[in-house]
């Protein structure tokens, strides 16, 4: 039997992990429903139901799920129309499917560095960026925080650009009142198991433009038209299933809950932190609504260790962190070894710097303040 001593031991060696996903609504109601009913593969109800609930969340007119975040980029690019000889400007610290999904069109990835303090695109660099091959620009809302859209409308107006938003990390996140995703042409989400809310796989794309959802939905579907097995455009099977979407409309029915925990799990950490000079905290920009999707932190000088140490010292201790991007003109891929894809180095410092010293804490749904207080007491243990 467990002796007090033992078991508190055991406590303070629970293992945090970064995320895990909360399925408490009605999500396995839903899923039974889909194999009472025998609707288990991508035609049912859950389907239009889910993207009904998700536009809504989006203030959106239109969403079409999908297979995968990824796919509803590669949807998104499509729709646009962007292909071979077209360029399309991308942060250059972002998740490496932002320049696949460029790459995979047959157009070329165009990098820009990111904000010190958002880690979004910096609007001020994009202008310098564009050629006459320019076609569209991709903001990414960095761990839940939105890119400052204005400045990026702005001059996607002024040289007649589309806006693409990857708002895979942001569900639920505001821009001066408006919900991300739909603000631009065309936005994609993503409903992996660590996102806000999920389908275990699953993506979504929302649009305001009728055309642009229309298209979505045929190319989603391998471009099958009415004349079945007749195809006038190259389409994919991007579809999503019932019982995915019959999670995700559980999961919408607990969204702004989730979202309040993510801002609570936040604020704790803020308040945790407070007098820590040494450690970048999350900023929410003005006129901002973050959903603070993971609570990213960047360590500066004064910390006295590197990100390495620090990460592998909590790890040690039962806390696991995650690194944030290797920026894409780092990657390997994109060194100009490859025929197929593009040289992507350059000069990108703060994309750079946050991939060097940036690192994410444990944000999961289901931390307790014990947790954080631990988390931050064991984080702290590590300064020199
Ligand atoms: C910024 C960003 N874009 C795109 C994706 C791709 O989403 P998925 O994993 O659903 O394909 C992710 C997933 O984590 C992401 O973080």
Redesign the pocket.
């Known amino acids: 039997m467990a002796t007090p001593a033992n078991s508190v031991e055991r406590k303070q060696q629970r293992q945090i992990p970064v995320c895990t996903p909360l399925l408490d609504g009605r999500e396995r109601a839903y899923v039974d429903d889909c194999i009472d009913t025998n609707w288990v593969s991508s035609m049912g109800d859950y389907i239009p139901r889910f993207e009904g609930a998700f536009a809504k969340i989006c203030q959106a007119p239109y969403a079409v799920a999908c297979s995968?975040?990824?796919?509803a980029?590669h949807l998104a690019l499509e729709t646009l129309d962007i292909g071979p000889g077209d360029e399309v400007i991308i942060p250059s610290f972002?998740?490496i499917?932002?320049a696949n999904m460029v790459c995979l069109t047959g157009a070329t990835p165009v990098l820009v560095d990111v904000d010190p303090d958002t880690w979004c695109i910096d609007p001020a660099l994009i202008e310098a960026r564009i050629t006459p091959r320019t076609k569209a620009i991709m903001g990414?809302h960095m761990y839940g925080h939105p890119c400052d859209m204005e400045p990026i409308l702005a001059v996607a107006r002024r040289h007649k650009l589309f806006v693409v938003e990857?708002a895979?990390?942001a569900h639920g996140a505001k821009y001066r009142g408006q919900a991300v995703g739909a603000i631009g042409d065309v936005g994609a989400f993503?409903?992996?198991a660590n996102k806000i809310i999920t389908t275990g796989?699953?993506?979504m794309l929302v649009t305001r433009h009728q055309a642009i959802a229309e298209r979505a939905a045929l190319l989603r579907n391998q471009a099958f038209e009415e004349e079945r097995f007749l195809h006038h455009h190259v389409g994919f099977n991007y579809r999503m299933t019932n019982i995915q979407a019959a999670l995700g409309v559980a999961q919408c029915e607990r969204l702004e809950e989730k979202i309040r925990r993510k801002r609570q799990i936040a604020a704790i950490y803020d308040e945790l932190l407070v007098d820590e000079d040494d450690l970048q905290r999350p900023a929410a920009a003005a006129g901002c609504e973050p959903v603070y999707w993971m609570y990213g932190l960047v360590l500066r000088d004064g910390f006295g260790r590197s990100k390495r140490e620090v990460r592998e010292t909590l790890a040690d201790r039962g806390i696991e962190t995650r690194s944030f991007f290797i920026p894409m003109h780092r990657q390997p891929v994109f060194q100009g070894q490859h025929r197929r894809w593009p040289d992507l180095r350059g000069n990108f410092p703060v994309s750079e710097f946050l991939g060097e010293k940036g690192f994410y804490l444990p944000s999961g749904l289901d931390l307790t303040r014990d947790d954080q207080e631990r988390i931050v007491e064991q984080l702290l243990l590590c300064k020199r």
């Open positions: 995968s975040g990824t796919a980029i972002t998740l499917v932002s990414v990857d895979a990390q993503s409903f992996y796989e699953g993506g």
